[in-house]
């Protein structure tokens, strides 16, 4: 299919879903869709507030949406460790949407002491998943949602500077982590067919949407951001890509699913590629092995 909006989402009556990030933008259209098609919704998110006021939201417009709150901050492996924990205890896992990001903030760090973008983007998100990753065997052909960016494209792995205490750009470290973020799931693919998982990896991005994500981007690119609106995507039509990277019967394992209008930056989703380096086996597995070191979760894969 390609051209795929939310009106394509089959029904998901009896799967469970986890949005990491749910409270807002992407990650609540998406857990929105999916409790109206009849999907349990697991709400991944930091604040109990927000959380509370994204539940009532969707509540507001889906009657009986079955939905939970599980306390999730991915700075912080504790908190990662305690949210899988939660997760297992539920009957079923169908799908892990990994949506939950930053982007572009001061140079900061998580509580376990790492680059801030590295540590949410990646090392959260691998964390997580390989927590979960028993748990989604439980059920037949279960997925691993991995969100990406068309940031990628001009992404590099400062193996040697990882923490960036020798040298800090905000965007850089972006594109970083979103390469991260598809090298991950490509290795993860890889090790799952390796083993004969029924379990499936797949990436997406949303192209350009007009969400809370971009808060810290330059004054000036704020200024402008309004006159530009018309050519994002809403929050709505930008979570298009997870809808599909997470209910479609047409993807597979290793999938990339973005926007198909204006260089990927807008429009319906649908199958698109990403980078040669993205694909890059040994880079890959570098990157594996330093986020079991660095984060202490090792899957045995």
């Not at 350009?208 to 994500?213: G, P, S, V």
């Not at 290793?254 to 990403?274: H, I, L, M, N």
């Not at 694909?279 to 090792?298: F, K, N, P, Q, R």
Request: aromatic share 6%; glycine share 10%; hydrophobic share 40%.
């Amino acid at each position: 299919m390609s051209s795929f909006t939310a009106s394509d989402v089959p029904d998901q009556s009896g799967r469970t879903f986890l949005v990491t990030g749910a409270n807002t933008g992407i990650g609540f259209e998406a857990a929105k869709v999916l409790a109206e098609l009849g999907g349990r919704v697991l709400l991944g998110c930091r604040s109990e507030e927000r959380a509370a006021e994204a539940i009532e939201r969707i509540e507001a417009s889906v009657d009986g949406a079955d939905l939970r709150f599980i306390p999730l901050d991915q700075g912080d492996l504790a908190s990662v460790a305690a949210a899988a924990a939660l997760v297992a205890e539920e009957d079923r896992l169908d799908v892990l949407v990994n949506n939950a990001g930053i982007m572009m903030p001061p140079r900061e760090l998580t509580t376990d002491g790492f680059e801030s973008q590295f540590g949410v983007n990646h090392l959260g998100t691998f964390a997580l998943t390989c927590q979960l990753l028993d748990k989604l065997a439980e059920t037949e052909d279960a997925r691993v949602v991995v969100t990406s960016s068309i940031a990628h494209r001009g992404g590099n792995i400062h193996f040697d500077d990882i923490d960036a205490s020798e040298k800090y750009g905000a965007q850089d470290r972006y594109q970083q982590s979103k390469l991260a973020n598809l090298l991950f799931m490509y290795e993860l693919e890889r090790r799952l067919r390796a083993t004969d998982s029924t379990t499936i990896a797949v990436g997406c991005h949303p192209g350009i949407a007009d969400t809370e994500l971009g808060r810290h981007m330059p004054k000036i690119v704020m200024l402008a951001a309004p006159l530009f609106k018309v050519f994002f995507n809403s929050p709505a039509e930008g979570a298009w890509p997870t809808l599909m990277a997470a209910t479609s019967e047409e993807i597979e394992g290793g999938d990339y699913v973005g926007p198909s209008k204006r260089g990927e930056t807008a429009g319906p989703a649908r199958k698109v590629a990403s980078t040669g380096g993205s694909h890059d086996e040994e880079l890959a597995g570098l990157l594996w092995d330093l986020s079991i070191e660095m984060t202490g979760v090792d899957p045995g894969l």
